[in-house]
């Protein structure tokens, strides 16, 4: 069965930081382009960053731009988004998915595969 567990979220003050963890089983991640995206209740779903196999190519929504950072570890088969100086529009529950392309410039996600993280950015 393919998965794909999210852990990682919580709550953090305007500023912090939190790393977010993306657990791959029942196949290998860095056969396939993994992608980071966000649902805030009442707003629409957001392609926030993916990753591409063999080059590592990113791509990043301008929202997070200079302040989260994908990454992944090949022996952990996990990938990682690193979210640094939140705000709170940061708030959201935050997914990870492995079934939609990568592209330069933008990033498309597709329906959730695991039950997402919370993100709670507030004083």
């Known amino acids: 069965q393919l998965r794909l567990v999210e852990s990682g979220g919580g709550l953090v003050q305007p500023g912090g930081s939190l790393t977010l963890s993306c657990a791959a089983s029942g196949f290998t991640l860095d056969r396939y382009p993994i992608g980071w995206f966000r649902q805030a209740p009442g707003k629409e779903r957001e392609g926030v960053s993916c990753i591409n196999p063999n080059d590592n190519s990113t791509y990043y929504a301008d929202s997070v731009k200079g302040r989260f950072t994908i990454s992944k570890d090949s022996a952990k088969n996990t990938v990682f988004l690193q979210l640094n100086n939140l705000k709170p529009e940061d708030t959201a529950v935050y997914y990870c998915?492995?079934?939609?392309?990568?592209?330069?410039?933008?990033?498309?996600?597709?329906?959730?595969w695991g039950q997402g993280t919370q993100v709670t950015v507030s004083s």
């Open positions: 998915g492995g079934d939609r392309p990568c592209w330069k410039s933008y990033y498309v996600p597709g329906e959730p």
